[in-house]
C-alpha cells in the first residue's frame, strides 16, 4: 500500500503527559499538512510542511504543539503536556503539487482519548 | 475557522434514490472539493471544481458551482448502502496556500 499511513491509530494517554504521532506521506509529495478533526466536525487545519520547511502554523497549534519534517519525508506531530480538550482524530495528508492547492491524499488518521 | 457550510447537516434516503448536498462558502474560492469519510477513516477525494467550471460529473457523482452564490451541490444518484458516510466541502482561494473544509453532511443510506 503505497498511500498516506500515520501511526499508532490510536492513543489513549493521562493528562499532562506527551504524545507524539507520526504520518509517512506518499513518496515524493512535497506537501504534507495536519489537521485536527472532532466529532461532527469536519479537520481543522494545525499545519503544513513544503519539504521540510513548515509554512503556516494555525491559532489552534498552541505553544504545547510542534510538528516537525526533518528530512522532507515523514513528519511527526508532538503534543506536551496533553490536556482532555485534545482528545480528537489527527489527519494526515499530502499533496504532490506545490502551488495552491489541489487534491489532498488523506491518512485514516490518529484518534486520541486523553483521559 | 470553517469557509464551507454544508446543508443539510444529515440525511437518510432509501437505497437507490438519489442525494443531494449542498455548500456555502464566504469568500472567492479558486477550487471547491468534495471528500468523503467513512466512520472514523480518513478522508477520500471526491471531486474537484475550478471557480470556472459550472459543472462536472464523475461516475454516478455530479457537482454543480455557482460562485455568483457562493454555493455548490454534490448529487449521487442511485445511492448504495456504501454511500453511507460524511461527505464534506473544501475549498481554497488564491489568498491562501490551504484548504478549509465545512462541517460536513451525514448521509445515511437505508435498506
Known amino acids: 500500500d503505497t498511500g498516506v499511513s500515520q501511526d499508532p491509530r490510536h492513543k489513549i494517554t493521562k493528562r499532562g503527559q506527551n504524545v507524539t504521532f507520526r504520518c509517512d506521506p506518499i513518496?515524493?509529495?512535497?506537501?504534507l499538512y495536519w489537521y485536527r478533526q472532532t466529532l461532527g466536525q469536519g479537520p481543522e487545519f494545525l499545519t503544513y510542511?513544503?519539504?521540510?520547511?513548515?509554512?503556516?502554523k494555525s491559532r489552534l497549534l498552541s505553544d504545547r504543539f510542534s510538528a516537525e519534517r526533518p528530512k522532507g519525508s515523514f513528519s511527526t506531530l508532538e503534543i506536551q503536556r496533553t490536556e482532555q480538550g485534545d482528545s480528537a482524530m489527527y489527519l494526515c495528508?499530502?499533496?504532490?503539487?506545490?502551488?495552491?492547492?489541489?487534491?489532498?491524499?488523506f491518512g485514516p488518521g490518529t484518534r486520541l482519548l486523553v483521559l | 475557522s470553517q469557509q464551507g457550510e454544508e446543508d443539510p447537516q444529515a440525511l437518510s434516503i432509501q437505497e437507490g434514490e438519489n442525494a443531494t448536498m449542498n455548500c456555502s462558502y464566504k469568500?472567492?474560492?479558486?477550487?471547491l472539493q468534495w471528500y468523503r469519510q467513512n466512520s472514523g477513516r480518513g478522508l477520500v477525494h471526491l471531486i474537484l471544481?475550478?471557480?470556472?467550471?459550472r459543472e462536472k460529473h464523475s461516475g454516478r457523482l455530479r457537482v454543480t458551482l455557482d460562485t455568483s452564490k457562493k454555493s455548490s451541490s454534490l448529487l449521487i444518484t442511485a445511492s448504495r448502502a456504501a454511500d453511507t458516510a460524511s461527505y464534506f466541502c473544501?475549498?481554497?482561494?488564491?489568498?491562501?496556500?490551504?484548504?478549509?473544509f465545512g462541517k460536513g453532511t451525514r448521509l445515511h443510506i437505508l435498506p
Open positions: 471544481i475550478r471557480s470556472n467550471e
Open positions: 473544501a475549498t481554497d482561494s488564491w489568498r491562501d496556500d490551504k484548504i478549509i
Open positions: 495528508a499530502s499533496s504532490p503539487l506545490v502551488r495552491v492547492q489541489e487534491t489532498q491524499y
Open positions: 510542511f513544503q519539504n521540510e520547511a513548515q509554512l503556516e
Open positions: 469568500t472567492s474560492i479558486n477550487n
Open positions: 513518496s515524493e509529495h512535497n506537501r
